[in-house]
């Protein structure tokens, strides 16, 4: 069944999704806030920061949200984690929300303080849509996704709608499979920047592959006991939004989130790193988030505390791998064990 | 408490290992079958395939079975899983195997054919030791190791050994943590490489990070289907002798599996790929083990029998990719979730 879809939000991943959605014969509408892009993005079809994109000539492009939201059945939230909120409100304001809508949120982050997750977000701000909010997430590099790569992602939510999702976005190169836990799929990718943090730290330490590994092993082991506190199912934190999500983050060269980290391994202040960089690096507020969420539900996190000392109480990355290594090394899967019992 | 510890098989790993050991104060004696790699060992103090060791001075080197493990309490097996049966047997004819010693396997493998474990062929052929065999696994390339690069691994066994195991190998940048599942630890490591050449065959078509992010988390998915079946525990493969290890080996340039796998996605036949190897390249055998042991036991592998395929019945690497691209997605966890159950 063909839909039109409003794309909230035209960086890399709101764009290339659209497209996705538009190959797919869909009739996509995409609200870009920042003037600018929006304009480049309907003229140029193009993102300058996204080589490889060639947005699909149906597909329409306003900085209007009443244009974009009108007479729409799905909205795919794809804004930046930090301005959902006002944008959702901005959303609902308009009044342009079609009854009976509902809601794909690809936005992946923790709110600050409130520490929620973006589905609670969008159905605070929209309550219309309150029980009809699918996740789609994934291991998906916009990039690949735009160039047409192989890609599998998991959509999550109440089963009839996480089956819409899959149709939506299924295409010979974009897998998607389906979860019941929305939750789990979520947080996944909410918290996986720590790591990829982490895991800079340590290239700029010049530690090598099994160290490498071995964070994200364990970091996987911490994603388990938070996520689960938080209301996660275990198992999702081994599929495509968990070990996947956080395998292809962690690895990838281009990663902001490792390249910060791999400034501060090798001695550099958060602020001088961050001078040093043009794009925000997630990872830093995730950081104080997640570890903000793992004292009050009280799930202990070695690796995410000692991302947090360096990045927010200017703990010297060594010491940190020091902590790590000097931890007592008991049963690997004490902890977890207990989850899955 | 300080050990007489034989180390059989002075290969990358079993030299690195012995190294780890001696260091530790332990009194290692290293045996190596081939007559120059012992000689060299022996005086040189190094090896020529890994660069960065240095073979500690109070460790004995000898091509002499008997001498290396005369009063020797602990045995560690670091021979090539394919001589793993016949110098076993050799080490039991030698008569010298003290009363009361244990074994711990690092030897990653299943027995082509029997499709048995190390740790089954290691008490099949060494019966004193039955029930005294732990397992030593994660990710940890030799060279790392060898350098003393921090690394994770994971002794598993029964409780008793499975600590006396970490405490022979925990040093400073070697963090050993324990496990009760042998199985499960012991059939990470064995069936990893089968996964590996499915990356390197990704790399090789030119795919991207994300469809490798996808082939580890299927593959993952695939492992614990496989393993569980096998008798090991689902829990185990999400540690590091599990994910961690399919990890380091899916991620390294230089893994011999992950390179083959790229010539043979460059469209080489696998004659020509390995005629252009320098070592063996172990994932070969593997993958028809581990599709043996699939349709043995009844368990869908799907990325291993297209690799299977490609590597045994010269299946074209892009056609193995649209099979796997073609196939129903499903509920992520379909197969996966009853396990946990």
Redesign the interface.
């Known amino acids: 069944m063909k839909e039109k879809i409003a794309v909230i939000g035209g960086g890399s991943w709101g764009a290339t999704l659209a497209n996705v959605l538009a190959h797919n014969g869909h009739e996509v509408a995409v609200w870009e806030f920042v003037r600018e892009v929006a304009d480049h993005l309907k003229t140029a079809r193009s993102l300058k920061v996204l080589p490889g994109l060639k947005l699909h000539p149906s597909a329409l492009v306003t900085n209007d949200l009443k244009e974009a939201l009108q007479g729409r059945s799905v909205l795919v939230c794809a804004v930046p984690s930090e301005y959902a909120r006002a944008t959702l409100r901005a959303v609902r304001e308009s009044g342009a929300v079609a009854p009976g809508a509902w809601v794909v949120n690809v936005t992946k982050g923790i709110e600050p303080d409130t520490l929620k997750r973006m589905s609670e977000v969008i159905e605070e701000e929209l309550p219309a849509v309150k029980g009809r909010v699918t996740v789609l997430s994934?291991?998906?590099?916009a990039k690949?996704?735009a160039?047409g790569?192989?890609?599998?992602v998991?959509a999550a939510g109440p089963a009839e709608l996480a089956k819409r999702t899959?149709s939506l976005f299924?295409a010979?190169?974009f897998?998607?499979?389906?979860?019941?836990d929305a939750v789990g799929v979520e947080f996944g990718g909410a918290i996986k920047n720590v790591y990829a943090v982490a895991c800079g730290i340590a290239d700029g330490l010049g530690?090598?592959?099994?160290?490498?590994?071995?964070l994200?092993?364990?970091g996987?082991?911490e994603m388990?006991r938070l996520g689960t506190a938080y209301g996660g199912q275990?198992?999702?934190f081994?599929?495509?939004s968990g070990?996947?999500?956080l395998?292809?983050t962690c690895?990838?060269p281009h990663s902001r989130n490792r390249t910060l980290g791999e400034k501060i391994g090798k001695g550099k202040t958060v602020k001088e790193a961050l001078a040093e960089m043009t794009m925000v690096a997630e990872g830093v507020i995730s950081a104080k988030s997640v570890h903000q969420l793992a004292k009050k539900l009280d799930v202990e996190m070695p690796i995410v505390t000692e991302v947090y000392q360096c990045l927010h109480e200017g703990q010297p990355a060594r010491q940190a791998?020091k902590d790590l290594?000097r931890r007592p090394?008991?049963?690997?899967?004490a902890q977890?064990?207990r989850i899955?019992k």
Do not use: W
């Open positions: 994934g291991p998906s590099i690949e996704v160039q790569q192989p890609t599998l998991v899959q299924l010979d190169s897998r998607v499979y389906t979860s019941a530690l090598g592959d099994n160290a490498k590994a071995a994200m092993t364990r996987l082991n388990v275990g198992i999702t081994f599929g495509l070990v996947g999500d395998i292809v690895s990838s791998l290594l090394a008991e049963d690997e899967m977890v064990g899955f």
